[in-house]
Structure formats: structure tokens, C-alpha cells
């Protein structure tokens, strides 16, 4: 019983704190970590091929960099840490730079990993909330995400490492004193706004979720990371079968499951197919599927917000914001469903 109270307490401190965890990161990033950060960053600029790596909810972050990356004209693939261990190790030479991101820096994959890559000559860029790690002292550079530490399930550690993660990306961009600093203000600002609001509101969202039926979380560009984690929380904490698909490969198949039990969560943050995102939710509903937005309010007919969308959201972060009600709302399903939320039965923490 000691256990279930101080589980539960612990993942709500979590995410009421997120607003001061990134403030932490990102006041270390322009302190401490400047250095290390415009070295790595260096270090991605002079490299001939740059691989993104993670397991769980580390991979995920790992998806926003690779957009962004993607923007500037670099392709830097996503590869789950196991597989490139296993099966994808022939894409590692002297040549490659793999950003490896852990929150803890010991999990099995990134400590088997590491020899391998000494062995190749890659260079590493670790990512990590933990300094004293393997990850920390074996890679070529270190950027010490600084997130204030998570219980089990990560939620103020995941956000703080999109935060480095899109550091990283200005530094190899040449852009760290640029305007994503200013961002990432107004991100700390907003947060200490939208965590308390939306907290305050999310009791009532498990009369969405805890149906018993699989929920669809649907995403585009750098929020599909939001959808896989959201995915990821819902199985983990919640216990309950959810699945994270982008919202155009969903036309093509999975849409036949629609009908009166269907239940969906579309992440339309996204500016670039906000529309696109917007049309697929009024054709859910008109099927009577079961939908909730998250992102500002497209203004359709029937689209229902699953919470106020700030208008201080920056756009460039709106992937930091929209996993939030997700994190929400699987800790509560949990309790309404008489679980312990983020207490594990099977999973590695």
C-alpha cells in the first residue's frame, strides 16, 4: 500500500515539475553545458553519416532531431539501439557519428553498444541524464541533459531531452544563439501556465479513454513522437492496449477498424498538416468513430480539444506540449482502472 501512494504522488509531482525540470536544462545548456553542446554540435556538422539511437522512450526523441536535421538537408536515420546492435552494426565505420540517447546511460543495449563502437572508430555523441554513466565517461562528447530525475516512468526527463535534443540541432545548425532560446523561454513560461490548467481539468478524460477498447493516437512529423510515447504510456502505466500510427498511413488500412466504439487521439500541433489532420478527425466523426484533438482549436464542427491550446505555445516545441495531455490522461485511466500508475509488472524501468 506504502508503495501505491508513493507511486502515484511521485508521477504527479513529475509532471506538475516540467516547467521547472526545462527550466534546469535549458539554464544549464546556456551554462555548464554551452561547451560540450557547441562541440557536439561541431562534431555533427563535420561528420560524413550521423545515426539517431534509443531504446523506449529515448528513441522517440530521437524522431524531432531527425526532422530537423531533414530540413537542413541531412539524412540521419532513427535506429532502435538492439537493432543496430544486432542486425544494422554494417552501417557503423570510422565515418559515422551515432547520437546515443539514454536517460540513465546503463540500460543493456547502450552499455553493449559501446564496445561495439569503440571497435568501429564511430565517434559518439552521448545524451544522457545521468553524468556519472558509462554513456557519459565512454562518449567522444557528453551533453548532460540536467532534467530534474523522473520516478520510473519518464515524463520531465523526456521533455528535457527533446530540449537538448533541439540544442543540438541549433548547435549543427549554427543557430544556438539564435531565436530557439528565446523558444525555449517562452516554453518554460507557457508550461508553468498549462501543466496546472490541464492537470486541473484531466480527471474527467478517463471517460474517453478507459473503454476497453485499443486507442489510436495519431500524429505527423515531430508530434509522431508524441504519439508513439503517448502509446507507450497508455501500455506502460495504464495498462491497456494503445496503438501510435501516423495520421496518413492510417488511411491506408487501419481505417477500416472505424465504428461506434472506435476511440482516437489526433495530435494536430502541427502547423505544416494541421488541415490535413483536422479534415481526417470531421470524417472519423462522420463515421461515428470517437475523436479528441490536441493542438489549437481547428474550429470544425464536432472536433472536440482535449484541453486549451495556449496561444504562447512556441510552434517549433509544440511536440515538447502535446505529449502532456497524454501523460494526463494515461496516469488517470490508470487509477480509474484501479492500477498503480507507473508501477511495473514486467517492463525494464
Known amino acids: 500500500m506504502t508503495l501505491t501512494v508513493q507511486t502515484n504522488e511521485s508521477m504527479v509531482e513529475n509532471m506538475l515539475a516540467q516547467a521547472d525540470s526545462l527550466r ?7 551554462g555548464p553545458g554551452r561547451g560540450p553542446l557547441l562541440k557536439a554540435g561541431e562534431l555533427l556538422r563535420s561528420s560524413r553519416q550521423i545515426v539517431l539511437s534509443g531504446m523506449g522512450t529515448s528513441l522517440h526523441a530521437c524522431y524531432p532531431l531527425a526532422d530537423f536535421l531533414a530540413s537542413r538537408g541531412v539524412a540521419a536515420p532513427v535506429v532502435e539501439t538492439a537493432e543496430l546492435l544486432h542486425f544494422q552494426a554494417n552501417l557503423l565505420n570510422p565515418d559515422t557519428t551515432v547520437v546515443l540517447v539514454s536517460r540513465s546511460g546503463e540500460n543493456a543495449e547502450t552499455t553493449k553498444l559501446l564496445p561495439m563502437l569503440r571497435q568501429r572508430y564511430c565517434k559518439v555523441i552521448g545524451v544522457v541524464n545521468a553524468p556519472e554513466s558509462s554513456l557519459a565517461r565512454e562518449a567522444t562528447h557528453t551533453i548532460l541533459v540536467n532534467s530534474l530525475p523522473d520516478q520510473l516512468v519518464a515524463i520531465q526527463s523526456y521533455s528535457g ?24 523561454e517562452a516554453a518554460v513560461s507557457a508550461l508553468a501556465h498549462c501543466v496546472p490548467d490541464w492537470f486541473r481539468f484531466s480527471g474527467s478524460w478517463p471517460g474517453f479513454f478507459a473503454h476497453g477498447v485499443p486507442l489510436y493516437i495519431l500524429g505527423r512529423g515531430p508530434s509522431l513522437a508524441s504519439a508513439q510515447i503517448g502509446a507507450f504510456l497508455f501500455q506502460k502505466v495504464a495498462k491497456m492496449s494503445a496503438i501510435a500510427i501516423s495520421a496518413a498511413q492510417f488511411r491506408y488500412g487501419p481505417v ?9 487521439v489526433i495530435l494536430g500541433s502541427q502547423r505544416a498538416t494541421a488541415e490535413m489532420d483536422a479534415d481526417l478527425a470531421e470524417k472519423l466523426i462522420q463515421t461515428e468513430g470517437n475523436v479528441r484533438w490536441i493542438g489549437p482549436d481547428p474550429g470544425r464542427r464536432g472536433v472536440v480539444p482535449l484541453c486549451d491550446w495556449a496561444a504562447d505555445i512556441p510552434e517549433r516545441l509544440a511536440h515538447l506540449f502535446d505529449i502532456i495531455p497524454l501523460q494526463m490522461a494515461a496516469y488517470h485511466t490508470a487509477q480509474w482502472q484501479g492500477f498503480t500508475a507507473g508501477q511495473l509488472k514486467f517492463a525494464a524501468p
Open 24 to 30: 534546469a536544462v535549458v539554464d544549464h545548456q546556456y
Open 161 to 184: 531531452t527533446l530540449a537538448a535534443l533541439a540544442l543540438l540541432g541549433a548547435a549543427f545548425a549554427s543557430e544556438f544563439e539564435g531565436s530557439v532560446k528565446a523558444d525555449l
Open 256 to 264: 477500416e477498424v472505424v465504428n461506434d466504439r472506435f476511440r482516437a
